[in-house]
């Protein structure tokens, strides 16, 4: 009887384990997206104020960071737009239990997205 519940309690926990990554995963993929969408404007709108892409960059940073701090805004994926919008990616490394440690899957939990976003009026 003691050997049955050990193998349903091992069995459990590796099962939460694995849940609990996947989940955090796939929050911080939809956080990341709707921190990328928001960055992307506050910077498109900046950027028609000032004029100014390095000012842009900043406003997209301290956007993303304010969110949530582990968050990104790599240098090389800002772009200003013709049309006077931003695009931009947001990236940041989801918190899980194992997925970071395995190498050949450590990759899922960086979570990324690239959005575009035009000045408000």
Do not use: C, K
């Not at 989801?94 to 990324?112: L, M, P, Y």
């Amino acid at each position: 009887m003691v050997g049955w519940l050990t193998r349903i309690a091992v069995v459990g926990s590796l099962v939460g384990v694995v849940l609990f990554d996947a989940i955090s995963i796939g929050v911080s993929r939809l956080s990341v997206e709707d921190t990328g969408a928001l960055a992307a404007r506050e910077a498109a709108t900046d950027l028609a104020r000032s004029g100014d892409i390095q000012s842009a960059y900043a406003s997209a940073v301290s956007s993303a960071t304010d969110a949530n701090p582990l968050n990104e805004v790599p240098p090389g994926s800002f772009e200003a737009l013709p049309d006077g919008g931003v695009r931009l990616s947001v990236t940041r490394e989801a918190t899980t239990f194992v997925v970071h440690r395995i190498g050949w899957v450590a990759d899922w939990g960086q979570v990324s997205a690239t959005a575009v976003g035009r000045p408000l009026p």
